[in-house]
Protein backbone atom coordinates (compact mmCIF):
# COMPACT_ATOMS: atom_id res chain seq x y z
CA UNK A 1 0.00 0.00 0.00
CA UNK A 2 2.68 1.95 0.98
CA UNK A 3 4.75 1.65 -2.17
CA UNK A 4 1.12 2.28 -4.10
CA UNK A 5 0.83 5.09 -2.06
CA UNK A 6 4.42 6.74 -3.47
CA UNK A 7 3.89 5.68 -7.01
CA UNK A 8 0.48 7.71 -6.89
CA UNK A 9 2.39 10.94 -5.80
CA UNK A 10 4.72 10.09 -7.97
CA UNK A 11 2.35 10.12 -11.14
CA UNK A 12 0.43 13.26 -9.27
CA UNK A 13 3.76 15.53 -9.52
CA UNK A 14 4.79 14.22 -13.08
CA UNK A 15 1.41 15.15 -14.41
CA UNK A 16 1.44 18.75 -12.80
CA UNK A 17 4.90 19.08 -14.34
CA UNK A 18 3.89 18.42 -17.67
CA UNK A 19 0.39 20.54 -17.21
CA UNK A 20 2.66 23.03 -15.91
CA UNK A 21 4.60 22.79 -19.22
CA UNK A 22 1.66 22.72 -21.59
CA UNK A 23 0.03 25.43 -20.23
CA UNK A 24 -1.39 27.54 -21.71
CA UNK A 25 -2.52 26.35 -25.17
CA UNK A 26 -4.84 29.52 -25.97
CA UNK A 27 -5.28 32.64 -25.46
CA UNK A 28 -6.02 34.06 -21.83
CA UNK A 29 -8.42 36.26 -21.27
CA UNK A 30 -7.12 39.25 -18.76
CA UNK A 31 -9.48 41.22 -16.98
CA UNK A 32 -9.38 44.48 -16.43
CA UNK A 33 -12.28 46.34 -13.59
CA UNK A 34 -11.69 49.89 -14.75
CA UNK A 35 -11.74 52.26 -17.98
CA UNK A 36 -8.65 52.03 -20.49
CA UNK A 37 -6.43 54.41 -19.89
CA UNK A 38 -7.88 55.87 -16.77
CA UNK A 39 -4.95 54.78 -14.35
CA UNK A 40 -1.22 52.93 -13.48
CA UNK A 41 -3.21 50.56 -12.72
CA UNK A 42 -3.81 49.88 -16.39
CA UNK A 43 -0.79 51.21 -17.63
CA UNK A 44 0.92 48.51 -15.43
CA UNK A 45 -1.50 45.64 -16.48
CA UNK A 46 -1.05 45.66 -19.91
CA UNK A 47 3.11 46.27 -19.91
CA UNK A 48 2.75 42.68 -17.96
CA UNK A 49 0.37 41.50 -20.15
CA UNK A 50 2.71 42.05 -23.20
CA UNK A 51 5.63 40.38 -21.23
CA UNK A 52 3.62 37.41 -20.20
CA UNK A 53 2.55 37.04 -24.09
CA UNK A 54 6.12 37.10 -25.00
CA UNK A 55 7.00 34.49 -22.53
CA UNK A 56 4.07 32.05 -22.80
CA UNK A 57 3.67 32.31 -26.22
CA UNK A 58 0.26 32.87 -25.80
CA UNK A 59 -2.26 36.33 -25.88
CA UNK A 60 -3.10 37.85 -23.10
CA UNK A 61 -6.48 39.77 -24.14
CA UNK A 62 -7.68 43.09 -22.32
CA UNK A 63 -11.96 42.57 -21.16
CA UNK A 64 -12.53 46.03 -19.63
CA UNK A 65 -14.91 45.83 -16.92
CA UNK A 66 -15.04 48.99 -15.39
CA UNK A 67 -18.05 50.12 -12.81
CA UNK A 68 -18.81 49.48 -9.20
CA UNK A 69 -15.48 50.43 -7.72
CA UNK A 70 -13.79 47.48 -9.56
CA UNK A 71 -16.24 45.03 -8.06
CA UNK A 72 -18.04 44.26 -11.07
CA UNK A 73 -14.85 43.01 -13.12
CA UNK A 74 -13.24 41.64 -10.43
CA UNK A 75 -16.55 39.87 -9.61
CA UNK A 76 -17.05 38.42 -13.15
CA UNK A 77 -13.40 36.87 -12.64
CA UNK A 78 -14.29 35.13 -9.78
CA UNK A 79 -17.32 33.52 -11.33
CA UNK A 80 -15.35 32.29 -14.50
CA UNK A 81 -14.04 28.78 -14.80
CA UNK A 82 -11.09 28.20 -12.45
CA UNK A 83 -8.85 26.74 -15.18
CA UNK A 84 -6.08 29.81 -15.72
CA UNK A 85 -7.58 31.06 -19.23
CA UNK A 86 -9.76 34.03 -17.32
CA UNK A 87 -7.24 35.82 -15.31
CA UNK A 88 -7.87 39.27 -13.06
CA UNK A 89 -6.04 42.61 -12.94
CA UNK A 90 -6.74 43.61 -9.15
CA UNK A 91 -5.74 46.87 -7.07
CA UNK A 92 -6.69 47.77 -3.49
CA UNK A 93 -9.84 49.59 -4.49
CA UNK A 94 -11.96 46.86 -6.24
CA UNK A 95 -10.71 44.08 -4.22
CA UNK A 96 -9.87 45.47 -0.67
CA UNK A 97 -12.24 48.03 -0.60
CA UNK A 98 -14.84 47.28 -2.77
CA UNK A 99 -16.52 43.86 -0.99
CA UNK A 100 -16.45 45.61 2.51
CA UNK A 101 -18.39 48.64 1.10
CA UNK A 102 -20.48 47.05 -1.24
CA UNK A 103 -21.03 44.02 1.70
CA UNK A 104 -23.34 41.23 -0.56
CA UNK A 105 -23.48 44.12 -3.55
CA UNK A 106 -19.82 43.21 -4.55
CA UNK A 107 -20.98 40.13 -5.76
CA UNK A 108 -18.30 38.21 -4.53
CA UNK A 109 -15.61 37.66 -1.69
CA UNK A 110 -11.86 38.16 -3.05
CA UNK A 111 -10.76 36.01 0.30
CA UNK A 112 -12.75 33.04 -0.74
CA UNK A 113 -13.70 33.55 -4.36
CA UNK A 114 -10.56 34.48 -6.04
CA UNK A 115 -6.71 33.02 -6.10
CA UNK A 116 -3.58 35.02 -5.56
CA UNK A 117 -1.01 35.05 -8.55
CA UNK A 118 1.32 38.03 -7.27
CA UNK A 119 1.23 41.53 -6.30
CA UNK A 120 3.57 42.97 -9.18
CA UNK A 121 3.96 46.78 -7.78
CA UNK A 122 2.52 49.74 -5.33
CA UNK A 123 1.65 53.12 -5.95
CA UNK A 124 2.26 55.38 -3.42
CA UNK A 125 -0.33 57.98 -2.73
CA UNK A 126 0.21 61.60 -1.81
CA UNK A 127 -1.25 64.41 0.18
CA UNK A 128 -1.23 67.42 -1.76
CA UNK A 129 -2.71 70.84 -1.52
CA UNK A 130 -3.81 73.78 -3.65
CA UNK A 131 -0.91 76.48 -3.84
CA UNK A 132 -3.40 79.14 -2.17
CA UNK A 133 -3.58 77.04 0.77
CA UNK A 134 -1.71 78.62 3.32
CA UNK A 135 0.35 75.06 4.45
CA UNK A 136 3.50 73.92 3.50
CA UNK A 137 4.12 70.65 5.74
CA UNK A 138 0.88 67.94 7.13
CA UNK A 139 0.97 70.02 10.48
CA UNK A 140 0.38 73.39 9.25
CA UNK A 141 -2.59 71.42 7.28
CA UNK A 142 -3.93 70.20 10.41
CA UNK A 143 -3.70 73.17 12.10
CA UNK A 144 -5.28 75.51 9.42
CA UNK A 145 -8.01 72.77 9.44
CA UNK A 146 -8.46 72.86 12.94
CA UNK A 147 -8.85 77.11 12.87
CA UNK A 148 -11.62 76.27 10.30
CA UNK A 149 -13.48 73.22 10.46
CA UNK A 150 -15.16 72.83 7.84
CA UNK A 151 -13.95 74.83 5.47
CA UNK A 152 -11.26 72.79 3.96
CA UNK A 153 -11.93 70.20 0.90
CA UNK A 154 -11.22 67.67 -0.49
CA UNK A 155 -11.38 65.79 -4.12
CA UNK A 156 -11.34 62.46 -4.82
CA UNK A 157 -12.67 60.41 -8.15
CA UNK A 158 -15.66 58.55 -6.38
CA UNK A 159 -17.17 58.11 -3.10
CA UNK A 160 -15.24 54.94 -1.54
CA UNK A 161 -12.72 54.38 -3.39
CA UNK A 162 -9.00 54.87 -2.11
CA UNK A 163 -8.17 58.22 -2.59
CA UNK A 164 -11.82 58.87 -0.43
CA UNK A 165 -11.01 56.82 2.37
CA UNK A 166 -7.07 57.75 2.71
CA UNK A 167 -8.58 61.20 3.13
CA UNK A 168 -11.22 59.15 5.76
CA UNK A 169 -8.18 57.96 7.38
CA UNK A 170 -6.54 60.92 7.51
CA UNK A 171 -9.67 62.88 9.32
CA UNK A 172 -9.89 59.66 11.88
CA UNK A 173 -5.70 60.14 13.05
CA UNK A 174 -6.11 63.42 12.99
CA UNK A 175 -9.43 64.94 14.17
CA UNK A 176 -9.57 67.18 11.57
CA UNK A 177 -13.50 68.18 9.37
CA UNK A 178 -12.77 68.45 6.23
CA UNK A 179 -15.68 67.79 3.18
CA UNK A 180 -15.23 65.51 0.89
CA UNK A 181 -16.42 66.33 -2.49
CA UNK A 182 -16.65 63.46 -4.81
CA UNK A 183 -16.15 63.71 -8.81
CA UNK A 184 -16.23 61.22 -11.40
CA UNK A 185 -12.87 60.29 -12.28
CA UNK A 186 -9.84 61.35 -11.20
CA UNK A 187 -8.88 63.38 -14.10
CA UNK A 188 -11.94 65.53 -13.23
CA UNK A 189 -11.05 66.32 -9.41
CA UNK A 190 -7.22 66.83 -10.72
CA UNK A 191 -8.96 69.59 -13.30
CA UNK A 192 -10.82 71.17 -10.53
CA UNK A 193 -8.09 70.93 -7.59
CA UNK A 194 -5.33 73.00 -10.15
CA UNK A 195 -8.39 75.14 -10.51
CA UNK A 196 -8.66 75.70 -6.95
CA UNK A 197 -12.55 74.79 -6.63
CA UNK A 198 -11.32 72.54 -3.94
CA UNK A 199 -8.31 72.81 -1.79
CA UNK A 200 -6.65 69.26 -1.34
CA UNK A 201 -6.18 65.94 -2.24
CA UNK A 202 -5.15 62.69 -1.71
CA UNK A 203 -4.27 60.36 -4.21
CA UNK A 204 -1.74 58.56 -6.94
CA UNK A 205 1.63 59.82 -6.87
CA UNK A 206 1.77 59.72 -10.41
CA UNK A 207 -1.04 61.43 -11.47
CA UNK A 208 -0.29 64.42 -9.47
CA UNK A 209 3.75 64.71 -9.65
CA UNK A 210 3.85 66.72 -12.87
CA UNK A 211 1.74 69.65 -11.28
CA UNK A 212 3.69 69.06 -8.11
CA UNK A 213 7.05 69.79 -10.42
CA UNK A 214 5.96 73.00 -12.07
CA UNK A 215 5.02 74.48 -8.96
CA UNK A 216 0.63 74.18 -9.67
CA UNK A 217 0.43 72.18 -6.32
CA UNK A 218 2.07 71.35 -3.33
CA UNK A 219 2.92 68.11 -1.80
CA UNK A 220 2.78 68.14 1.87
CA UNK A 221 3.77 64.36 2.16
CA UNK A 222 3.78 60.46 0.60
CA UNK A 223 2.07 58.40 2.52
CA UNK A 224 4.39 55.47 2.45
CA UNK A 225 7.20 53.70 4.67
CA UNK A 226 9.98 55.31 2.26
CA UNK A 227 10.03 58.42 0.05
CA UNK A 228 9.26 58.22 -3.88
CA UNK A 229 12.02 58.05 -6.18
CA UNK A 230 9.76 59.85 -8.47
CA UNK A 231 9.31 62.97 -6.31
CA UNK A 232 12.49 62.34 -3.50
CA UNK A 233 12.44 65.57 -1.61
CA UNK A 234 8.86 65.08 -0.68
CA UNK A 235 9.21 63.63 3.21
CA UNK A 236 6.89 60.61 4.05
CA UNK A 237 3.93 61.23 6.46
CA UNK A 238 5.64 59.42 9.14
CA UNK A 239 8.94 62.20 8.77
CA UNK A 240 6.34 65.03 8.72
CA UNK A 241 4.98 62.88 12.64
CA UNK A 242 1.94 61.11 10.89
CA UNK A 243 3.18 57.34 10.94
CA UNK A 244 -0.54 56.20 10.94
CA UNK A 245 -1.34 57.84 7.75
CA UNK A 246 0.11 54.80 5.45
CA UNK A 247 -1.91 54.30 1.98
CA UNK A 248 -0.78 53.03 -1.00
CA UNK A 249 -2.32 50.97 -3.91
CA UNK A 250 -1.60 47.51 -4.82
CA UNK A 251 -1.40 45.45 -7.96
CA UNK A 252 -1.43 41.91 -8.79
CA UNK A 253 -2.72 39.51 -10.82
CA UNK A 254 -5.61 37.13 -9.33
CA UNK A 255 -7.25 33.92 -10.93
CA UNK A 256 -10.61 32.28 -10.13
CA UNK A 257 -10.61 30.39 -6.75
CA UNK A 258 -10.28 26.95 -7.63
CA UNK A 259 -7.41 27.57 -10.36
CA UNK A 260 -4.77 24.59 -10.27
CA UNK A 261 -1.69 24.93 -8.26
CA UNK A 262 0.34 24.50 -10.83
CA UNK A 263 -1.15 27.51 -13.49
CA UNK A 264 -0.61 29.77 -10.14
CA UNK A 265 2.83 28.46 -9.86
CA UNK A 266 3.57 28.77 -13.65
CA UNK A 267 2.27 32.36 -13.74
CA UNK A 268 3.94 33.66 -10.43
CA UNK A 269 7.55 31.81 -11.86
CA UNK A 270 6.95 34.23 -15.30
CA UNK A 271 5.99 37.16 -13.15
CA UNK A 272 8.60 36.89 -11.07
CA UNK A 273 11.29 36.61 -13.73
CA UNK A 274 9.14 39.33 -15.31
CA UNK A 275 9.16 42.15 -12.24
CA UNK A 276 12.76 41.19 -11.19
CA UNK A 277 13.98 42.21 -14.97
CA UNK A 278 15.80 45.59 -15.09
CA UNK A 279 13.35 46.39 -17.79
CA UNK A 280 10.00 45.74 -15.71
CA UNK A 281 11.81 47.68 -12.73
CA UNK A 282 12.50 50.66 -14.66
CA UNK A 283 9.00 50.61 -16.35
CA UNK A 284 7.24 50.42 -12.92
CA UNK A 285 9.64 53.67 -11.66
CA UNK A 286 8.47 55.64 -14.89
CA UNK A 287 4.87 55.28 -13.86
CA UNK A 288 5.65 56.14 -10.24
CA UNK A 289 5.00 53.29 -8.93
CA UNK A 290 7.37 50.76 -6.98
CA UNK A 291 8.33 47.29 -7.91
CA UNK A 292 7.02 44.71 -4.94
CA UNK A 293 6.66 41.31 -5.55
CA UNK A 294 4.91 38.92 -3.54
CA UNK A 295 4.36 35.19 -3.84
CA UNK A 296 0.29 34.08 -3.92
CA UNK A 297 0.97 33.60 0.14
CA UNK A 298 2.45 36.76 0.51
CA UNK A 299 -0.10 38.71 -1.30
CA UNK A 300 -2.88 36.78 0.15
CA UNK A 301 -1.90 37.81 3.19
CA UNK A 302 -1.32 41.36 2.14
CA UNK A 303 -5.24 41.02 0.84
CA UNK A 304 -6.22 39.78 4.12
CA UNK A 305 -4.40 42.70 5.93
CA UNK A 306 -5.74 45.21 3.72
CA UNK A 307 -9.89 43.93 3.78
CA UNK A 308 -9.26 44.67 7.87
CA UNK A 309 -7.52 47.95 7.40
CA UNK A 310 -10.33 49.76 5.58
CA UNK A 311 -12.98 48.23 6.64
CA UNK A 312 -12.16 49.14 10.41
CA UNK A 313 -11.86 52.94 8.43
CA UNK A 314 -15.37 52.49 6.67
CA UNK A 315 -16.97 51.78 9.87
CA UNK A 316 -15.68 54.52 11.54
CA UNK A 317 -16.42 56.97 9.33
CA UNK A 318 -19.69 55.28 8.05
CA UNK A 319 -18.94 55.69 4.55
CA UNK A 320 -21.87 54.49 2.38
CA UNK A 321 -22.03 54.12 -1.20
CA UNK A 322 -23.14 55.99 -4.03
Known sequence: MLKAAICG??????FNMAAAQSYPVKPIRLIFPL????????ILGRALAQRLTDA?????????RPGAAGALGAAVAAK???DGYTLLVGYTSSIMISPTLLGGGAG????????????????????????????TDLAALVALAKQRPGQLNFASAGTGGLPHLAAELFKLNTGVNIVHVPYRSAATAHTDLLG??????????SGVAPSVKVGRLRALAVTTARRSALLPDVVTAG???????????????????????????????????????????NFILRQGAEPALMDPAGFGAHIK???????RVIKATGVKPE
Not at 56 to 64: C, E, I, K, P, R
Not at 268 to 280: G, L
Open 56 to 64: LGQSFVADY
Open 196 to 205: GHVQMEFTGI
Open 9 to 14: LMMGAA
Open 80 to 82: SAP
Open 35 to 42: NPGSSSND
Open 108 to 135: FNPVTDLAPIARIAVVPYIAVVHPSVPA
Open 239 to 281: EAGFPALEVSSSLGLLAPANTPPYVVRRLYDEIATIVNSADMK
Open 305 to 311: DEISKWA
